[in-house]
């Protein structure tokens, strides 16, 4: 058993082609006519913000990685894939402002709910416009006209700008035709216009954009604007460090925040209307090739527009509110959490499920005095976390404290760095993981102080494992699986992975607990390997596998493998899957699906069977998802669940309703495309959230 029982191996799936993929499914959701309408327009700017991260993160991935291999060879080919990539995103650009225009504003004019330009304003609205610009918006522009003692001004990463060709000459006399007024982020991008000057039942909203158009002759003392746009620009945002030179990681990081934003183009946006001359200019500005070119059919930054949906005043547009649930049956509120875990491990199925019991055991842990330390892995916890609070709060109480705090979680590493610095402030030890690795896993360790029957005094272990971050409020918005235990093996096995980040030696080899980059990428090919040969030998051969990505190679190999072998293979993959399934001969025993509902899933569920007894299945829950980077160069967990009531739950509610789901799921095809399922059919996150939440 040392390698996957693949005999032939198909071509695997773009990448970057999948990714869009998932975007298109997102899209999807804007459209359809179950969906309030309000979230219909939330999907729109969900969809921008992926795409800003895959313009800002992949692609700009894929441009170098394409530049090292290439060079300057046109036929190779990666440009041929990645002009194929970029084409495919041009149309999806086209199709989110086509429902954006087509349907969604038609729609939210029909509630009352209108956006006005310029031309659509009256009188009275107009004024109010003017007064506006005059007080709030003008004070903080400065346009810049471009001539050899005032250069091209830098541009930040997503910043809303300006290009203007003004006619005439400037107060000195000259012809300097062009200027560029940049947009401050502070600016409201979307205003609500008082209800006096709208009809009786209508909202009226008017974009900054338009604002600023309609007063671009005013920033330049009367000159004739001849043409203009709003611009926009996408760059590199990754930070590079090379982490062997550096000698204070969170220094470098905080050093490498401020030059981010000022990264390589890599993506152009500007108006339909824009004209030639124009974008050629900012294209020769920013050094980019004309496919970099989007020219789209509104605003160029539709990510800004949840400022409209959280002004409107309409509960009846947006999905009813939920209140998720408390385990009551599990544990009682009042109830003391370290003698509950005693009886055994307590699941937590969110968002369907409070995060609160997650907060109550760190807190009970931070105010009970028999509790001697705390450990915890900190990724993404946002600039507010009630969880950071405690755990400051404890090292203040004299706890011992140590905080894994992952400085380069991408988008998260300002906030992470302020919190590590508020730690280290109260004497937490806190270390920032392994050199060359993320610390990806979720763990919380908890040690207390016990006396047993005879009055013998012991430490015990607690502990939180999680598929998702210490993040409440993101516990509200996607699905994971939190377990809290006290179960002697699996909670040494979690503070031996805490001993290594700290000491940086391998500890043990941990009884039950999978780790990367050590144990769990050999041992998840290793239970393929075993369930191809139960298919072989004709004993009942089932995989389960619920990410959201795939896209590992060896991983892929092996699930090949064990379906070629005769077993049956279903998987759940949210996001990109480079696998094709359905091809004949090689893949048509895979099943891949995709669910794209209310909530974002997120939840990474494993599941293996290679015999008749129930000593030969297994089910993990892990931190990672199936990707090189997280088998290989991040610090990953995978556990058991051991408990045979605990493993049947997770498969009635984490597999079993997403394979049935004819609702919110997509079937992927063998050439990557996707097809909707029944719409009117079983929805597994809304029979979850029928069976744990309350509304309101």
Known sequence: MN???????????????????????????ASRPDVPLLERLRYITIVSSNMDEFFEVRFADALEAMRDAAGDNAADPQRSALRQVAAEAHALIDAQYGVFNEELMPALQREGIV?????????????????????????????????PAHPFPLVANKSLNFIVRLGGRDAFGRQNAIAIVKVPRALPRVIRLPAALMPTGMQGFVLLSSVIRAHLGDLFGGRPVEAFSQFRVTRDSDIELDDEDVANLRQALRDGLTTRHFGQAIRLEVVQSCPEALWRLLLEQFQLPLAALYKVNGPVNLVRLTELIDQVEAPALRFAPLTPGWPQHDWPEGACIFERL?????????????????VRFLRAAVHDPEVLAIKQTVYRTGAQSELMELLIEAARRGKEVTAVVELKARFDEEANINWAERLEAVGVQVVYGIVGFKTHAKLMVVTRRERGRRGAVALRRYAHLSTGNYNPKTARLYTDVGMLTADPHLTADADAVFQELTSLTRVRQPRYLLSSPFALHSRLVALLILVGEAARAGRPARVVIKVNALTEPALIAALIGAAQAGAKVDLIVRGACMLPPGLPGVTDRIRVRSVVGRFLEHTRVLYFRWGESEADEVLYLSSADWMGRNMFRRIEVAWP????????????????????????????????????????????????AARYMQPG
């Open 115 to 147: 956006i006005l330009n310029h031309a659509e304003r009256n009188e009275a609205q107009r004024q109010w416009v003017a007064r506006f610009f005059e007080q709030q918006v003008r004070p903080l522009l400065v346009p810049v006209g471009l001539d």
């Open 3 to 29: 390698q996957p029982l693949a005999s032939v191996l198909p071509v695997l799936l773009n990448r970057e082609r999948a990714i869009l993929e998932f975007n298109r499914r997102v899209l999807a959701q």
């Open 641 to 688: 669940v051991r408990d045979a009531a605990l493993r049947q739950r997770v498969i009635d509610e984490c597999l079993v309703p997403y394979l049935h789901d004819g609702c919110d799921a997509w079937t992927q095809r063998a050439d990557g495309r996707y097809e909707r399922e029944d719409s009117q059919g079983h929805s597994a996150q809304r029979a979850l």
């Open 342 to 358: 005693g009886r055994g491990d307590l699941l937590l199925h969110h968002p369907f499920q409070s995060f609160e019991p997650v």
